[in-house]
C-alpha cells in the first residue's frame, strides 16, 4: 500500500502532462517535423527525382554528387538535408578532413556543392521541400 501511492501520484501527474499540448497544437503542431525557414513561393518547382541516381533531382550535378556520395553513404542520407549553403561547405571540408573523403578537383567541388545547395539547401529558392 505504501509503494501504491507513489506510484499513483507519479501515473497522475503523467497523465495530466500527457493532456497539455504547447502553443500551436491547434495548427497541425508536430515536434518531430523540423523547422525550416521555408516559404513554398520562394521556391521554385524541382526537376524530377531521378530512379537511377537515388531519386536526386534530374538536373546539372546530379550524377557526379550521385557517384560521389553514394560511394560512401546512402543517397537518403543526401535527400533527407536540407542545410545553409554554409553547412554544405562545413560538411564538405568534414568529410575531407575526418572522414577521408578524397578531395575533388575545384570543378568538381563546384559542381556538387552548387548542386546540394541549390536542391537540397534549408533555406535555398530552389530547395527540396524536406520529406514529411
Excluded at 4 to 21: D, S, T
Aim: some cysteine.
Amino acid at each position: 500500500m505504501i509503494l501504491l501511492v507513489p506510484l499513483l501520484i507519479v501515473a497522475g501527474v503523467c497523465a495530466a502532462l500527457a493532456q497539455e499540448r504547447p502553443a500551436g497544437a491547434d495548427q497541425g503542431y508536430d515536434p518531430m517535423r523540423r523547422i525550416l525557414p521555408h516559404s513554398p513561393s520562394a521556391q521554385k518547382e524541382s526537376p524530377p527525382g531521378n530512379p537511377r541516381l537515388g531519386g536526386l533531382p534530374d538536373a546539372p550535378g546530379a550524377e557526379e554528387t550521385f557517384y560521389l556520395c553514394s560511394a560512401c553513404h546512402s543517397i537518403a542520407m543526401v535527400r533527407q538535408q536540407h542545410l545553409s549553403d554554409e553547412r554544405w561547405d562545413d560538411i564538405w571540408a568534414w568529410m575531407v578532413e575526418e572522414q577521408g573523403m578524397p578531395e575533388q578537383d575545384e570543378e568538381t567541388r563546384n559542381t556538387i556543392l552548387g548542386y546540394l545547395k541549390t536542391y537540397f539547401s534549408g533555406g535555398g529558392s530552389g530547395a527540396v521541400p524536406p520529406e514529411p
